[in-house]
Structure formats: C-alpha cells, structure tokens
Nanobody, 124 residues
Framework: QVQLVESGGGLVQAGGSLRLSCAAS????????MGWFRQAPGKEREFVAAISWIGGSTYYADSVKGRFTISRDNAKNTLYLQMNSPTPKDTGVYYC?????????????????WGQGTQVTVSS
C-alpha cells in the first residue's frame, strides 16, 4: 500500500514559480513510477509529467515541457514538481500518482494509487 499526500499548491502569478510536493508512505516508494496529473474545471484529468523508479527517465506533456521539472527523492519518499513560468492555462487540481508500470502512468492513467489533489491557481 502506498498513500500519497500532495502539498505546495496555492495562488501564483503568471511567470512566477511554485513547487509541489507529494509525500508517500510505505517502504516501496522506490518501486513505483511516479507522476503528476491535473484537472482543470470542466475538463478531464490529464497527464503532466512522470519519472521512473530511480529517476533516470522523465516524461512531460508537450504543454509543460521546458517549464516544469519532475524529480524524486527516494530517501525522503517524496516526489516534486517544479513549476516555472506558469500560465493561467496551468490552473487546476494537481494529483500525484504511483504506478507499477511507466506505460500505465503515461498512456492509460489507470494508476495504482492517487493522492487527494492540491489546487493550483495561476493569475494573469
């Protein structure tokens, strides 16, 4: 079992920066591919970024590539999302997720575990 708790959301101005964190419980954090998803009002949840078990591989949605950075600290059981130069289009609830396979994380979204989400609002 893995429990995920996001933090760090809030209100940020366009062009600023924000860092989200996801604290994971359980001793097998390093066994999972981890990722971030988001859901804007009235829209479906979408993939944002993913990182492999030991952090050697990262993947990003085209909409955030070059602006957001995903990272993980397996010693601290924590996942991060550094959001630089956000725009109002980045507004939404951001969810942390864990999956045993990267393919599931990136393509199906049917992950094994989900956090409760943290709200990010980008003002113009």
């Amino acid at each position: 079992q893995v429990q995920l708790v996001e933090s760090g959301g809030g209100l940020v101005q366009a062009g600023g920066s924000l860092r989200l964190s996801c604290a994971a419980s359980g001793r097998t954090f390093s066994s999972y591919a981890m990722g971030w998803f988001r859901q804007a009002p009235g829209k479906e949840r979408e993939f944002v970024a993913a990182i492999s078990w030991i952090g050697g591989s990262t993947y990003y949605a085209d909409s955030v590539k070059g602006r957001f950075t995903i990272s993980r600290d397996n010693a601290k059981n924590t996942l991060y999302l550094q959001m630089n130069s956000p725009t109002p289009k980045d507004t939404g609830v951001y969810y942390c997720a864990a999956s045993t396979t990267m393919a599931t994380m990136r393509f199906s979204g049917e992950n094994d575990y989900w956090g409760q989400g943290t709200q990010v609002t980008v003002s113009s």
